[in-house]
T-cell receptor, first 109, second 115 residues
Framework: TQLLEQSPQFLSIQEGENLTVYCNSSSVFSSLQWYRQEPGEGPVLLVTVVTGGEVKKLKRLTFQFGDARKDSSLHITAAQPGDTGLYLCAGMGGQNFVFGPGTRLSVLP | GAVVSQHPSWVICKSGTSVKIECRSLDFQATTMFWYRQFPKQSLMLMATSNEGSKATYEQGVEKDKFLINHASLTLSTLTVTSAHPEDSSFYIC???????????FGSGTQLSVL
């Protein structure tokens, strides 16, 4: 069974700080996605990474896929209160999507 | 981008009644749809996977007679919570893939409250 772990599970920081969220597995995934979910809403896709070592940037968010395609990180620069939410990583292995437990981020003004 | 519409967004029902939730892919054909349950402040829990025209595959511990899934067309899947009880109260989310691999598109979720 493929499992994804995320760390930290909870993170509370001040506006303007930087942070990194990690997504790890012992399994190889053909692709990995990051989502952000706000309360009462469905997850919103942020990025999909496919190639080992790939780095993608989305404004203040930087996503990296590990060389072995077993792990990924999400780095947020100068966090803002609008970044608050549940961040989920999801990996596709075979025909299954596997979700991590999520990282709940709170950015305080 | 691909859009998945989920309705209703919020439903309150009496214990013992059945509730149907719809999940539609608006601009693509969804070969596979997924149904999830999410408890407050927790991640998504996959309930079942449905492929158009075939029976849904349920995850371990999910009662298929309780949570009826129908995927009759390439754009519509429904989840019916039968004889709902207060412990079925939860946030239910659907997602869909167009079979071209690597992306999931989510509905906006349905908050079910059973009194």
């Amino acid at each position: 069974t493929q499992l994804l772990e995320q760390s930290p599970q909870f993170l509370s920081i001040q506006e303007g700080e930087n942070l990194t969220v990690y997504c790890n597995s012992s399994s190889v995934f053909s692709s990995l996605q990051w989502y952000r979910q706000e309360p009462g809403e469905g997850p919103v896709l942020l990025v999909t990474v496919v190639t080992g070592g790939e780095v993608k940037k989305l404004k203040r968010l930087t996503f990296q896929f590990g060389d072995a395609r077993k792990d990924s990180s999400l780095h947020i620069t100068a966090a803002q209160p609008g970044d608050t939410g549940l961040y989920l990583c999801a990996g596709m292995g075979g025909q299954n999507f596997v979700f991590g437990p999520g990282t709940r981020l709170s950015v305080l003004p | 981008g691909a859009v998945v519409s989920q309705h209703p967004s919020w439903v309150i029902c009496k214990s013992g009644t059945s509730v149907k939730i719809e999940c539609r892919s608006l601009d693509f054909q969804a070969t596979t749809m997924f149904w999830y349950r999410q408890f407050p402040k927790q991640s998504l829990m996959l309930m079942a996977t449905s492929n158009e025209g075939s029976k849904a595959t349920y995850e371990q511990g999910v009662e298929k007679d309780k949570f009826l899934i129908n995927h009759a067309s390439l754009t519509l899947s429904t989840l019916t919570v039968t004889s709902a009880h207060p412990e079925d109260s939860s946030f239910y989310i659907c997602s869909a893939t167009n079979g071209q691999g690597e992306k999931l598109f989510f509905g906006s979720g349905t908050q079910l409250s059973v009194l």
